[in-house]
C-alpha cells in the first residue's frame, strides 16, 4: 500500500454510478485499500435512482451475450466471472426485495434507492469527493494523477466508471472518451441508443396515432424485437423501439404490426378490416389510408389489396433519425474493448487503469442488461485489484 496524504490512494474510481458504486463496495467488503471516489453530482447513482420510474430494471431471467450490441465474446468472459445469478444472490442476501414484470424483468420491490443506500453503506470508510468535475489524468512516475474543479488526486490504480454521454441532465459526460484519448486507448463515439424514434415526411401518419400503444415485432438487421411500441408525439417508441434503436443507426427496418396473428385468418370476415383485426381502430384506419386500401369488409378485398395489406406484416420503411442524448437511456461506442483484457477489465496497454460499465463500447438491450453489464464489469475490476495488492 501507499504511505498516503490526503489525496493519494489506493484505489481512485471515476464515478459514482452504478458501476463506480459497486466498484468501491466489493473493494472495501475485500481489502484495506485506501479507495477514493470523484463524483460531479452531489449525491452518488443518481441514474440508478430515477431509473424504471424509480425501480429500477436490474436485471433479466435471461442474460446472455446476445442480449448485448458488442463484443459477444468479451461480454461473456465477464459475465462468467460475475453472473445474473451472483447478482440476484448478492441482492438477496443483502435484503432488496425484487419483483418479476411481464415474467423476464427484475424490478426493485420497493425503491431503487435502497440499492444505492446499500451500496453507499457498503462502501463505509470509502472517501466520496462529491461536487468534484473530472477534468483530466496523466500517468507520472508509475501513478495515475488526475486534474479536477477541486484539484489534484493521485492513485496507484484508476477505475474509470464515468458512463455513457445520454442524461447530461443528471451529469452524464463524455469524460472517459476524452481521458481515454489522453492515454492513446481506441475508442468509438458515443451515439444515443435505448431511443425513439423520428419520422421521414411519409411516416408523418404515424405522428396522430400519439398515445396508441400494443406488440409489434421490430425486424433490424439479423435482429428481430418483440415487444410494445409506442407512438409518440415526435415519432416512435416504447420497449420495442428503443430496443431497435440499439441495433439501428441508418437504413430500414420492418415492423410487424400483427405479429402473433395471420391476417389470413380474418380475409373470410364479414366485418370491415377496422373492426375485425385485433388492432386499434384508430391505427387500422391510419394505416389503411396511408396504404390506399378502402376500409371494406374484408371477404370483399380483391387480390391487389390483399396484397397490399401484406404489409401489416412487414412495414418497411427508413427512420428520420432519434431522439438525442437528452432522451436516450444509454449511449452506444465507449472504450474499444481491444484495449482491454476480459478478464480483469484493465487497459492492455496501461498497468493498473481500468474501465467499467457503460464507459466500455458494450451496450445491452432494453431490460436490465446495462444495470447488469455495469455489475457485473465493477465485480471482475475490482475482483482483480483486491486479489493483487
Ligand atoms: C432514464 C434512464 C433509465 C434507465 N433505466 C435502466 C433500467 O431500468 N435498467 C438498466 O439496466 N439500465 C437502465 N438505464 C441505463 C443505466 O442507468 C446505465 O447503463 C448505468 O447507470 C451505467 O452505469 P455506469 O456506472 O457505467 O454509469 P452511470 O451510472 O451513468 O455513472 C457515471 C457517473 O459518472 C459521473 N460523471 C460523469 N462525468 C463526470 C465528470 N466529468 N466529472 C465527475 N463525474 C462525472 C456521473 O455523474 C455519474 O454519477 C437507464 C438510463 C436512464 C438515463
Known sequence: MLALMKREYDVLILGAGASGLMCAAELRRNSRLRIGVIEGNATAGKKLEISGGGKCNITNVKVTPEHFAGDCTFVSQVLQRYSDQDLL?????????????????????????????????????????YETRIESATSVAGLYQVSTSQGEFRAAHLVIATGGASYRQIGASDIGLRLAENFQMQTVPFTPALVGLTLQKEQFWMKALSGISFPVAIHVGSKIIEEEMLFAHKGISGPAVLSASLYWSKGELCIDFLPNDNLHVYLHSKKLLSTALPLSKRFMKAFLEHIGVEDRACNRLNEMEIDTLKCLHAYCFAPAGNFGFSKAEVSRGGIDVHELDAETLMSKKHKNLYYIGEVVDITGELGGYNFQWAFSSAVVCAEHIYKKS
Open 89 to 129: 444472490h448478492f441482492l438477496h442476501v443483502n435484503g432488496i426485495d425484487l419483483e418479476l414484470r411481464k415474467g423476464r424483468y427484475y424490478f426493485c420491490k420497493h425503491r431503487a434507492k435502497e440499492i444505492v443506500l446499500l451500496l453507499l453503506q457498503l462502501s463505509q470508510g470509502v472517501d466520496f469527493h
